[in-house]
T-cell receptor, first 111, second 115 residues
Framework: GQQVMQIPQYQHVQEGEDFTTYCNSS?????IQWYKQRPGGHPVFLIQ?????EVKKQKRLTFQFGEAKKNSSLHITATQTTDVGTYFC???????????FGTGTRLQVFP | NAGVTQTPKFRVLKTGQSMTLLCAQD?????MYWYRQDPGMGLRLIHY???????AKGEVPDGYNVSRLKKQNFLLGLESAAPSQTSVYFC??????????????FGPGTRLLVL
């Protein structure tokens, strides 16, 4: 079955450092979504990418969808303690009603 | 507008006991989902529903049953709880089909401990 993997599993950074998480799917995705889950909270939608090679920015967060639509990345510039949490990518298999979530990357930021 | 709510927030069960988790959404969404989240495993889909009266199996359906008698409610049942079902359970809903890229809105979660 389709799998969506993320690396790294954990990342500890000093506040102000950059952070990147990578998402790789075993199959081509029609779109990819990113979610953030704060410790003890629930996943919250961040953004959706649809087009091959698409890049979107949200303040210090930059999201990219690969040319082959099988991988994606999230880059955070100058991390802050408010960025702490687990970041998940998620993608649907073609013409299904389900989202396949990646394994997640847990980010810890030290002040 | 409460979004997606889940009841209860926390529950402790003994092995073999049964319980029902309730999910309710007030966004008039057609699609509803039940996930479980275990450390290092991400979110795994248990069952989902594409509309009132319909349900389908997800990735890890064994040991669970679901019902969608009303559009706004999605119930997850454990008939005979096992320690392996200790997890955090999230309900989610979306307006339309996953492959169209519809955002999923998550409830706050239910923490279940099976002893």
């Amino acid at each position: 079955g389709q799998q969506v993997m993320q690396i790294p599993q954990y990342q500890h950074v000093q506040e102000g450092e950059d952070f990147t998480t990578y998402c790789n799917s075993s199959t081509t995705l029609s779109n990819i979504q990113w979610y953030k889950q704060r410790p003890g909270g629930h996943p919250v939608f961040l953004i959706q990418l649809v087009k091959s090679g698409e890049v979107k920015k949200q303040k210090r967060l930059t999201f990219q969808f690969g040319e082959a639509k099988k991988n994606s990345s999230l880059h955070i510039t100058a991390t802050q303690t408010t960025d702490v949490g687990t970041y998940f990518c998620a993608g649907p298999a073609y013409h299904t009603d389900k989202l396949i979530f990646g394994t997640g990357t847990r980010l810890q930021v030290f002040p | 507008n409460a979004g997606v709510t889940q009841t209860p927030k926390f529950r402790v069960l003994k092995t073999g006991q049964s319980m029902t988790l309730l999910c309710a959404q007030d966004m008039n969404h057609e699609y509803m989902y039940w996930y479980r989240q275990d450390p290092g495993m991400g979110l795994r889909l248990i069952h989902y529903s594409v509309g009132e009266g319909t349900t389908a199996k997800g990735e890890v359906p064994d040991g669970y049953n679901v019902s969608r008698l009303k559009k706004q409610n999605f119930l997850l049942g454990l008939e005979s709880a096992a320690p392996s079902q200790t997890s955090v359970y999230f309900c989610a809903s979306s307006y339309s089909r996953g492959w169209r890229g519809e955002t999923q809105y998550f409830g706050p979660g239910t923490r279940l401990l099976v002893l």
